[in-house]
């Protein structure tokens, strides 16, 4: 089965051919999160350069985008070395495989049964929008072996459908790390339930989790993150637990930049609804010239940073400081503590890596962050 992937370079497409490969200057990867950034990425397969609609303005300039049409098994390859290191413990990487696998192909089903394109002029993007898929530089043998050990397996889930029972391709959504319990479909995305994505307690993620790592002798947390994240990745190091100030003034500013909304000053921060693991699904921004209620969460997290928060599952404490000694108020300020990376639904990279590390298979893992799902072989033509 082949794919095509669309890959985004700034600010112009510019291009390698080699002999068997291609390299690709000024990827841009991280789009809009805290690790946004670009790099030079090799790839195989072959490349086009299409002309898209303006995602950003409608009836804008079209933008040039890089398509390299790649065969399935070897985009995985890519994805799950790219995701987290090839590195990485070999359960971690099968399961990485199974699940990537399995949302690739059900979105490209279900694009194409409904007529409806996930992006114009390529199936999958390369970025965190569907799944990092950054080339060749970070491939190693390891994850072509765990690519191959897990050939055609997708998670299933019996359904109703059309008034019969069938095994449906699950729509297998991961994330860097939930803090401690995963999340909901519905705190996340539609307000539906999706019965495998269950919040479910997970301890492995926290760097307190410290036991004996790998057959090799006794592995440290630390040591295991050095191990199972790519260099740009290990930058972030709050990613259980951290915390975010800002003065009013400060918060007013980026609400107003990022929702294009003047709210005024930030008077206050209230939280409406929570999913099971604390993430945030609705919250009110009161200022002083407009109130709203946004959701779900990843609006939450871009609309309250610069860049993103690392998550919406946050508590918020509002602090006023004594008026200063001229006789003006202190400036007050928003304190976010939160847990987690990501939106926490799914599998929880980092805690699957803990799992894999202390000996769990990857049927295992799967069962644990996807409960009420089976393993099968699928086979998928082009």
């Not at 070395?81 to 413990?89: G, K, L, V």
Request: proline letters at 3%.
């Amino acid at each position: 089965m082949n794919i095509r992937v669309g890959i985004l370079t700034a600010p112009k497409i510019e291009f390698e051919q080699r002999e068997h490969t291609f390299v690709l200057k000024n990827v841009r990867i991280g789009i809009g999160f805290h690790w946004d950034r670009h790099e030079d990425q090799e790839f195989a397969g072959t490349l086009e350069i299409k002309s898209v609609p303006n995602p950003v303005m409608q009836g804008g300039k079209p933008w040039q985008v890089a398509v390299n049409t790649i065969d399935l098994e070897d985009y995985l390859c890519s994805v799950i070395s790219s995701e987290m290191n090839a590195d990485s413990p070999m359960e971690l990487l099968k399961a990485h495989a199974v699940i990537s696998r399995s949302w690739a192909i059900r979105q490209i089903v279900n694009s194409k049964s409904s007529n409806r394109k996930l992006h114009e002029g390529f199936d999958l993007c390369a970025d965190d929008h569907c799944q990092r898929y950054e080339g060749l530089r970070r491939m190693n043998e390891r994850a072509v072996e765990a690519v191959r050990a897990t050939a055609g397996q997708v998670l299933t889930n019996e359904q109703m459908v059309n008034g019969k029972m069938v095994n449906e391709i699950c729509d297998c959504r991961y994330h860097k790390c939930c803090g401690g319990r995963t999340e909901v479909w519905s705190t996340c995305w539609e307000d539906i339930d999706v019965p495998y994505i269950k919040s479910v307690e997970c301890p492995y993620c926290n760097p307190k989790h410290i036991k004996g790592l790998s057959s090799h002798g006794e592995r440290s947390f630390d040591f295991l993150l050095s191990t199972c994240l790519n260099d740009y990745d290990r930058e972030t190091t709050d990613f259980h637990d951290w915390q975010v100030i800002y003065t009013a003034e400060e918060l007013s500013d980026i609400i107003r930049s990022k929702s294009g909304i003047d709210f005024g000053e930030i008077i206050d921060l209230v939280p409406l609804k929570r999913g099971p693991s604390g993430r945030i699904c609705e919250l009110k921004i009161v200022g002083t010239k407009h109130t709203e209620i946004i959701g779900k969460e990843l609006k939450i997290r871009l609309w309250l940073s610069r860049s993103c928060l690392y998550s919406s599952w946050f508590d918020i404490e509002k602090n006023t400081p004594a008026p200063s000694g001229e006789g003006r108020e202190g400036a007050s300020s928003f304190v976010l503590t939160g847990h987690g990376w990501g939106h926490g639904a799914g599998l929880c990279q980092i805690g699957a890596a803990v799992m894999a590390a202390e000996g769990k298979t990857h049927e295992e893992i799967l069962t644990y962050y996807y409960p009420g799902t089976t393993l099968n072989d699928q086979i998928v033509n082009d």
